[in-house]
């Protein structure tokens, strides 16, 4: 690129660059031999570390961490609802930011539009387990913070967790606790929980949320090419692994518990 | 034994109290709180968690502005659980709430000043902006303040305060000291 003018009162860079080569790598075939490329079975989703207390200045908060997605969230609630609508019923908030540096590509340090939709998402899956009824005049706020991004839809499925984990932390009402799974589906079959270079290789994909313990679903999101077919499948593949997240999100709550009685003792 | 018990556990069919319980829309009784599961089948939260006021809490407050008709304070305690700073509610005192006894007397220039703490009982959830505050009982009301000169007051009366170190005393609507 040719400099067009040259600057005497600046250090300048030299007047033409180009940018460098990479060598064509071959991609990493993403399944052998029926495992992946992490050593998971097409059905295994990624291992999940669950933890609240993570920010002492909010009611509640939970960190979580499913492979390399690293997800942070904050519940501030209840609080008065500063619009001037009164209500009668609460107001639930959820705002997702994506870290600058979470993803490959960086983002704006503003909330954008994937930001927003991603918020709505996580909204949707919470909305129905809240008792926000409870809660007159108040508002619910909840705050992700997404560090680290590997997958779009393993982001909505663990902040949904993480936020569902921060509200039990925070002492709201809840009907249950809300878990969530994704999966991708591709010519050699439904994988559970997809990376960001899985979901690139396949065909479509489907989010699923619900409440195990009574066992109802809040939320469901598809997108890309799959057939009605498929989309019961991936919905019935999702819904087998409800059990074992729900057995996350109770032990993670078991042992804040057991830990915070801890603390108080001492 | 008590045991904990995390949202959406069902509980047994006896399990009362109306904290922590919710039904749900098979008749199953399940817990909306993570709470221990006690004996009396009823759910006792080891976390003090701060409410919103509710009718009837008993609600401490700072006097933000005055009017004629009514003083408006800022909610930083409710229910003895004081609510995270910089999060308060908005709650108003009406001239009619108070005292109990002639109310359309009242003079709020005699009864509050800016940057008193108050007591009061919530009274109503009121509309968007405010909650309704009521005084009317001999224990709520004013219980510090600070004379115009600056010293902290004692209370002399239901209706007076004293400032020992300046010596002056000033007109307020006086909470009757609790012995906790």
Same mark, same amino acid.
């Given at each position: ?13 030299? %007047?033409?660059?180009?940018?460098? @080569? ?39 908060? !939970? ?31 959820? %705002? +997702? ?46 705050? @992700? ?10 982001? +909505? ?8 984990? =921060? ?16 999966? !991708? ?23 699923? =949320? ?6 109802? @679903? ?12 498929? =989309? ?19 032990? =993670? ?14 | ?56 809490? *008993? ?15 800022? *909610? ?16 108003? *005192? ?28 919530? *009274? ?57």
């Amino acid at each position: 690129m040719a400099q067009p003018s040259f600057d005497r009162r600046r250090v300048n860079g030299p %007047e033409e660059s180009f940018p460098p @080569i990479f060598p064509d790598l071959p991609a990493e075939p993403l399944v052998t031999n029926g495992k992946r490329r992490d050593g998971r079975a097409l059905n295994d989703v990624r291992p999940i570390f669950l933890q609240t207390g993570l920010i002492s200045q909010a009611n509640g908060s !939970a960190y979580i961490e499913t492979g390399n997605t690293k997800i942070a969230c904050a519940v501030y609630a209840p609080r008065q609802l500063k619009n001037a609508q009164y209500s009668d019923v609460g107001r639930l908030n959820v %705002e +997702v930011k994506f870290a600058p540096f979470s993803s490959k590509i960086r983002r704006a340090h503003l909330r954008d539009v994937e930001d927003r939709s991603i918020g709505q998402l996580v909204y949707q899956s919470l909305l129905p387990a809240v008792q926000l009824h409870l809660f007159p005049k108040s508002s619910i706020d909840v705050f @992700i913070t997404i560090i680290e991004n590997d997958g779009l839809e393993s982001c +909505v499925a663990s902040a949904s967790m993480a936020a569902s984990t =921060a509200l039990a932390d925070a002492g709201i009402e809840m009907l249950g606790m809300v878990v969530s799974c994704c999966s !991708a589906i591709n010519d050699d079959g439904i994988w559970l929980d997809p990376d960001t270079a899985e979901v690139k290789a396949s065909r479509g994909t489907l989010l699923l =949320a619900g409440l195990p313990a009574l066992g109802t @679903i809040t939320n469901l999101w598809q997108a890309g090419q799959i057939t009605s077919l498929d =989309a019961l499948r991936c919905i019935d593949a999702c819904h087998e692994r409800f059990k074992d997240l729900h057995d996350v999100v109770i032990d =993670a709550l078991m042992q804040s518990n057991r830990a915070k009685q801890a603390q108080a003792l001492s | 034994m008590s045991s904990l018990v995390l949202p959406g556990q069902p509980l047994g069919p006896s399990a009362k109290g109306s904290l922590g319980v919710y039904v749900d829309s098979n008749g199953v009784h399940r817990a909306s709180l993570i709470g221990l599961f006690k004996p009396d089948k009823s759910i006792m939260i080891p976390k003090l968690r701060p409410n919103a006021p509710s009718e009837n809490s *008993i609600v401490i407050g700072t006097v933000m502005r005055l009017s004629s008709q009514q003083a408006s304070l800022s *909610i930083t305690v409710v229910d003895g659980i004081a609510l995270p700073h910089g999060e308060d509610y908005v709650g108003v *005192i009406r001239q009619q709430d108070v005292r109990a006894t002639e109310v359309d007397r009242v003079k709020l220039g005699d009864c509050f000043r800016g940057g008193d703490i108050v007591k009061g009982q919530v *009274i109503s959830i009121g509309d968007s902006r405010s909650y309704y505050i009521s005084t009317a009982r001999a224990d709520l009301g004013v219980m510090f303040a600070t004379s115009e000169a600056g010293n902290p007051m004692e209370p002399m009366s239901w209706e007076e305060m004293y400032s020992p170190r300046d010596g002056t005393r000033e007109k307020r609507k006086v909470a009757r000291p609790t012995t906790e």
